[in-house]
């Protein structure tokens, strides 16, 4: 679900709602999603969540740790 989460804003422009990339993730559960996903994605900082907005913007260590990691290497 972490990786999901990474790769899903590495592939947009800018900052997205937590609400859309629950929706996104198909994960049932907002408060469970924030909680378990979101918090721990903050904490790792790989992204920086507001929680006061709402909006979750893929760090800079996020996106090094997507192209890293994540992304096949050609």
Known sequence: MYDEALLLLDSTPGPVLDTTLRQWTRYSNLSVF???????????????????????????RGADYVMNYLMPSK
Do not use: A
């Open 34 to 60: 924030r909680k378990s996903v979101l918090n721990r994605l903050d904490s790792d900082k790989l992204v920086h969540y507001d929680r006061s907005t709402g909006l979750v913007h893929l760090s800079p």
